[in-house]
């Protein structure tokens, strides 16, 4: 297949054509043409590296019901990804060679996104005992991420011993940073709004000494820690201190952490429910500072779709998460400064949004097919986003199953139009093209 993008302007720079052919960027220039080419039309609109989300949850397999592999990867496309890393909480868990091969080839099935396996770090995400980590790492699926997100690896001395395991093949743990021992039976964040709602509060140090604790043993042993869904300003002190010592610590926020607050707890709604959960607006404020000056590498979705019975319920009840593959981009162009569009800033908004969503988050997951720059003889990894687009959240009109989004009815910015995966168009004209 032979593809001529016309006058799509990269990371938002000068309007210019990109020819894809057999899977790379063939050419970029000013007037290119091509015999047979399909043209897609790029006038207005921004050419972005296809996205990267290192924290996605499929649910596949186990819980069909709120997500499926196939799914996700429509709606990952459609938020202009073009590879995804599949969390490991599935039932049964992803801790085997066997678990980790089965949602590899459901993603190539789909083959919509390139689906990568997380790994779990302990068996059945117990914090008891490693789980096959070598085994995983050697299995078709090559996994080089293991979590057990949505639980922490508490124990220091099993957390030192996953380090240690990984540092053979240059692998990464990636922490769930709650000690649980300070979260029991927390329903959001402590202070003055749990206070008076009379919901049992999940205080800010439970995430950050566990953050501390585990940049000294990363430092001790010289492995690589990634910490999932930084929340807290504190947090984000830690991180930056341990890369000024030359710790290799990587670091995600999401986008909902980056634009609610505690607050959205008032209403008791269980949309707003989440691991960790909202924080304060200084918290946010500090979240965004990090993100811009490289402290936090980059934006991790936490997808994390839920059927209605585990979502419409009391507050207590409720599981926490909420959707964010298809609303990703337009949230981070919105926290970071979408009134950039049309100035000499401009470019280096984009240019912050391609290190923080691809690039950086490729690097980390060591995905060596993305997050690449859209050059000649890159694989042909893009998305194209039309940056003047208002549009409204509607949770019925998204693909995942689930219809858990925190920004129903709330206008954003910015809409992917077109995605690319390997040269073929996974999504054309706002449309999944499977």
Same mark, same amino acid.
């Given at each position: 297949m032979?593809?001529?993008?016309r006058?799509?302007?990269?990371?938002? *720079? &000068?309007p210019?054509?990109l +020819?894809?052919?057999?899977?790379?960027? %063939?050419?970029?220039?000013?007037?290119? #043409?091509? @015999? =047979?080419a399909?043209?897609?039309d790029?006038?207005?609109?921004?050419?972005?590296?296809?996205?990267?989300?290192?924290h996605?949850?499929?649910?596949e397999?186990g819980?069909?019901?709120?997500?499926?592999?196939?799914?996700g990867?429509?709606?990952?496309?459609?938020?202009?990804?073009?590879?995804?890393?599949?969390?490991?909480?599935?039932?049964?868990?992803a801790?085997?060679?066997?678990?980790?091969?089965?949602?590899y080839?459901?993603?190539?099935?789909?083959g919509?996104?390139?689906?990568?396996?997380?790994?779990?770090v302990?068996?059945?995400?117990a *914090? &008891?005992?490693?789980?096959? +980590?070598g085994a995983m790492?050697?299995? %078709?699926?090559?996994?080089?991420?293991? #979590?057990? @997100? =949505?639980?922490?690896?508490?124990?220091?001395?099993?957390?030192?011993?996953?380090?240690?395991?990984?540092?053979?093949?240059?692998g990464?743990?990636?922490?769930?940073?709650?000690?649980?021992?300070?979260?029991?039976g927390?329903?959001?964040h402590?202070?003055d709004?749990?206070?008076?709602?009379?919901?049992?509060?999940?205080?800010?140090?439970?995430?950050?000494?566990?953050?501390?604790?585990d940049?000294?043993?990363?430092?001790?042993?010289?492995?690589?820690?990634?910490?999932?869904?930084?929340?807290?300003?504190?947090?984000?002190?830690i991180?930056r201190?341990?890369?000024?010592r030359?710790?290799?610590?990587?670091a995600e926020?999401?986008?909902?952490?980056?634009?609610?607050?505690?607050?959205?707890?008032?209403?008791?709604?269980?949309?707003?429910?989440?691991?960790?959960?909202?924080r304060?607006?200084?918290?946010v404020e500090?979240?965004?500072?990090?993100?811009?000056?490289?402290?936090?590498?980059?934006v991790?979705?936490?997808?994390?779709?839920?059927?209605a019975?585990?979502k419409?319920?009391?507050?207590?009840?409720?599981?926490?998460g909420?959707?964010?593959?298809?609303?990703a981009?337009?949230?981070?162009?919105?926290?970071?400064?979408?009134?950039?569009?049309?100035?000499?800033a401009?470019?280096?908004m984009?240019?912050?949004?391609?290190?923080?969503?691809?690039?950086?988050?490729?690097?980390?997951?060591?995905l060596?097919?993305?997050?690449?720059a859209?050059?000649?003889?890159?694989?042909?990894n893009l998305?194209?986003?039309?940056?003047?687009?208002?549009?409204s959240?509607?949770?019925?009109?998204l693909?995942?199953?689930?219809?858990?989004?925190?920004?129903?009815?709330?206008?954003?910015p910015?809409?992917?139009?077109?995605?690319?995966?390997?040269?073929?168009p996974?999504v054309?004209?706002?449309k999944?093209?499977?």
């Amino acid at each position: 297949m032979t593809i001529l993008i016309r006058n799509a302007r990269v990371l938002g *720079g &000068e309007p210019t054509d990109l +020819l894809l052919r057999d899977g790379v960027i %063939a050419e970029i220039g000013q007037g290119l #043409s091509a @015999d =047979g080419a399909e043209v897609v039309d790029g006038t207005g609109l921004v050419a972005l590296p296809g996205l990267v989300d290192l924290h996605t949850h499929l649910r596949e397999p186990g819980r069909e019901d709120a997500e499926t592999v196939y799914t996700g990867s429509r709606a990952a496309a459609l938020g202009g990804y073009t590879a995804v890393c599949a969390m490991a909480n599935t039932s049964p868990v992803a801790d085997t060679a066997g678990v980790v091969e089965q949602v590899y080839r459901l993603g190539q099935e789909a083959g919509l996104v390139d689906v990568q396996p997380i790994g779990a770090v302990t068996v059945g995400l117990a *914090g &008891e005992r490693l789980a096959e +980590l070598g085994a995983m790492a050697d299995s %078709a699926a090559r996994v080089r991420v293991f #979590s057990d @997100d =949505g639980f922490c690896v508490a124990d220091p001395r099993l957390m030192r011993r996953a380090l240690e395991y990984v540092k053979a093949f240059d692998g990464v743990i990636a922490q769930h940073a709650e000690e649980p021992r300070l979260t029991q039976g927390a329903q959001m964040h402590e202070g003055d709004v749990s206070a008076r709602l009379g919901l049992t509060g999940w205080p800010a140090v439970a995430e950050e000494s566990i953050i501390a604790r585990d940049v000294l043993l990363a430092g001790h042993v010289g492995a690589r820690l990634h910490v999932c869904h930084v929340s807290t300003a504190g947090s984000v002190e830690i991180i930056r201190m341990a890369k000024a010592r030359g710790v290799r610590v990587t670091a995600e926020v999401t986008p909902h952490h980056l634009l609610l607050t505690h607050e959205k707890a008032e209403s008791y709604d269980p949309v707003y429910k989440v691991n960790p959960p909202l924080r304060t607006d200084a918290d946010v404020e500090a979240l965004r500072e990090g993100l811009r000056d490289g402290t936090i590498d980059i934006v991790a979705t936490d997808h994390a779709p839920h059927a209605a019975e585990d979502k419409e319920c009391e507050w207590a009840y409720a599981r926490p998460g909420m959707l964010g593959l298809e609303t990703a981009l337009p949230i981070v162009l919105d926290v970071l400064g979408e009134q950039s569009l049309g100035t000499p800033a401009e470019p280096a908004m984009w240019a912050v949004i391609a290190e923080r969503m691809s690039y950086a988050p490729a690097r980390i997951a060591g995905l060596d097919g993305h997050g690449n720059a859209l050059t000649a003889g890159a694989p042909a990894n893009l998305t194209l986003v039309d940056p003047t687009v208002r549009w409204s959240v509607d949770p019925t009109g998204l693909a995942s199953l689930s219809h858990n989004t925190p920004y129903a009815g709330m206008t954003v910015p910015g809409r992917i139009v077109a995605t690319f995966l390997r040269g073929v168009p996974t999504v054309l004209d706002g449309k999944v093209q499977k």
